[in-house]
């Protein structure tokens, strides 16, 4: 051949495509495709996909996503992760050929994040190692260990009274604006240093609350350990639904890898309700308070996730805070009676307390820690019987409201028990360490507080922890060391205390009792 002709046949079009073909597969690979039917109020109807799986991850057009739920014999019910007007009767919608997932890894420590795992912060692009399920089987009992490890929360009430321990359920329960988010804001806050991973996770909640969260968060330093993942009241009740599955996938990463993670879901009330519409919207068959059938089984195949794994599984641990709000006190209603049964404990946070300024409001006879007092700290032994004293004087406290004529040792526990109360206040955002506990609440069982009177408590309480450093640091060591604390131990500290407290010292007139 000519160098002419082997010139024209190289710059010839379809022997530059072959060429640039050659290489490429050019196999036939099917696409199933369906069309929507209908569009509703966070959910659409799809017909055309007769092989699609349950929970399979499904693309609409202008990139919104949604879950395939109802699989009936013509049709497909369709929760949508995104708003419902963007897509109408009529548009395609493809097979993914997989199920949702969240991006996980370190990366996503001290960011602000939706369900969908998008940034809602201003920290840019996020970079992840893999990306998991957000629904996942919840451990075996066999890769469990025991609750052994308390979780501190900086608050008196509850680590003295109502403790938790690494890898327990404990449900915060209680009517609007108790103070149940602060609770579990606190226990947030008084996890620094103390290599635990926390996670926000903001269901149906109100901007304005949610911008509140992170703002003490990024001021208290949390943000460093903590990953907030926000679900607006705004959003589509699909977005609501996955929130907290989503969030517990990122907890589940981080316990895998042999770290101990808290989490708090606020709240699943609106959790529930999201899943309510959703159902109804799916023609559903409804049951109690037209929840479907299944309300209970959503929550506790997500609760059960959390657990303490077993030293061959590196021994990570979830500890889950999920929060429910009553209403009227009603601690029997479907939702928080479920959530009860499913989880080892809850915080009561009564609203009568609340309007008396007893704050945190826990009510200490309607909550209970079914498997913290196990992991609870050694040196809270010498403080034990608060929580009996303290039952004894609010029963007898009732009676004395009637006049009733009483005798010296009644007058003595209704006195103690005053102070009991005085010192079970705590102020927001004012966490305590466990030797700071231990001081105030020991200074409080031995007596040295019932002869102060009670406006002048907070002040003796104040002395205590402002002259922290006269704590006996060997004996604060061995608090830290999860060791009991010896009757000589008792006795320094005490002793350190009363002088302390010998200003405030003083025969209590009657009325201030």
């Given amino acids: 051949m000519s160098t002419p002709e082997i010139s024209m046949k190289l710059t010839d079009p379809l022997h530059q495509i072959a060429q640039a073909t050659a290489g490429f597969n050019f196999a036939m690979q099917p696409r199933e495709m369906g069309l929507v039917t209908s569009v509703s109020t966070g959910i659409a109807t799809v017909s055309g996909l007769p092989n699609v799986g349950f929970e399979e991850l499904l693309q609409f057009r202008n990139g919104l996503f949604g879950i395939a739920y109802n699989l009936d014999e013509d049709e497909v019910g369709v929760i949508l992760f995104g708003k419902d007007s963007l897509i109408r009767a009529g548009d395609e919608v493809e097979r993914t050929y997989r199920v949702m997932d969240i991006p996980v890894g370190d990366a996503l420590i001290g960011r602000v994040i939706d369900p969908l795992g998008q940034p809602l912060d201003t920290k840019g692009k996020m970079s992840f190692e893999k990306r998991l399920p957000i629904e996942r089987p919840a451990h075996a009992i066999m890769d469990r260990s025991p609750v052994s490890v308390p979780l501190q929360t900086g608050i008196k009430v509850i680590d003295a009274l109502i403790p938790i321990g690494r890898g327990q359920r404990e449900l915060i329960v209680g009517d609007r604006q108790t103070g149940k988010t602060a609770i579990a804001i606190d226990a947030i806050l008084n996890q620094y240093d103390k290599n635990v991973i926390c996670i926000y996770c903001a269901i149906g909640q109100r901007a304005s609350a949610i911008a509140k969260v992170i703002a003490n968060l990024q001021a208290k330093g949390a943000m460093e350990y903590t990953v907030v993942m926000v679900a607006e009241g705004n959003e589509a009740p699909g977005i609501s639904y996955i929130a907290p599955y989503a969030a517990t996938s990122i907890a589940e990463y981080f316990m895998e890898e042999g770290r101990d993670v808290l989490i708090v879901y606020d709240d699943l009330t609106h959790h529930a309700r999201a899943y309510r519409e959703l159902s109804l919207l799916l023609r559903r068959p409804p049951g109690r308070e037209a929840f479907p059938g299944d309300i209970f089984y959503i929550h506790s195949r997500l609760l059960e996730r959390a657990t303490h794994l077993s030293e061959e599984l590196k021994g990570g641990s979830i500890t889950a805070l999920p929060i429910i709000e009553t209403e009227a006190q009603n601690i029997s209603a479907y939702i928080p009676t479920?959530?009860?049964?499913?989880?080892?404990?809850?915080?009561?946070?009564?609203?009568?307390?609340?309007?008396?300024?007893?704050?945190?409001?826990?009510?200490?006879?309607?909550?209970?820690?079914?498997?913290?007092?196990?992991?609870?700290?050694?040196?809270?032994?010498?403080?034990?019987?608060?929580?009996?004293?303290?039952?004894?004087?609010?029963?007898?406290?009732?009676?004395?409201?009637?006049?009733?004529?009483?005798?010296?040792?009644?007058?003595?526990?209704?006195?103690?028990?005053?102070?009991?109360?005085?010192?079970?206040?705590?102020?927001?955002?004012?966490?305590?360490?466990?030797?700071?506990?231990?001081?105030?609440?020991?200074?409080?069982?031995?007596?040295?507080?019932?002869?102060?009177?009670?406006?002048?408590?907070?002040?003796?309480?104040?002395?205590?922890?402002?002259?922290?450093?006269?704590?006996?640091?060997?004996?604060?060591?061995?608090?830290?060391?999860?060791?009991?604390?010896?009757?000589?131990?008792?006795?320094?500290?005490?002793?350190?205390?009363?002088?302390?407290?010998?200003?405030?010292?003083?025969?209590?007139?009657?009325?201030?009792?």
């Fill in 338 to 513: 479920n959530l009860i049964s499913i989880t080892d404990g809850q915080i009561y946070l009564s609203p009568k307390l609340f309007e008396l300024g007893m704050l945190p409001a826990v009510d200490v006879g309607k909550s209970v820690s079914r498997v913290g007092g196990k992991a609870q700290l050694a040196s809270y032994e010498a403080i034990a019987k608060l929580k009996l004293e303290f039952a004894q004087f609010e029963e007898l406290e009732t009676f004395a409201r009637f006049g009733t004529r009483l005798d010296e040792n009644t007058r003595k526990t209704i006195t103690h028990g005053k102070r009991i109360r005085e010192c079970l206040k705590q102020e927001e955002l004012q966490q305590l360490t466990a030797s700071e506990q231990i001081w105030i609440l020991l200074s409080l069982k031995e007596g040295l507080l019932d002869k102060i009177p009670v406006d002048k408590i907070k002040e003796a309480e104040n002395t205590l922890l402002k002259n922290n450093a006269l704590f006996p640091v060997e004996i604060q060591k061995r608090i830290f060391e999860n060791k009991k604390l010896s009757p000589e131990d008792s006795k320094a500290i005490l002793k350190i205390a009363k002088e302390l407290l010998a200003e405030f010292q003083e025969e209590p007139d009657k009325d201030s009792n």
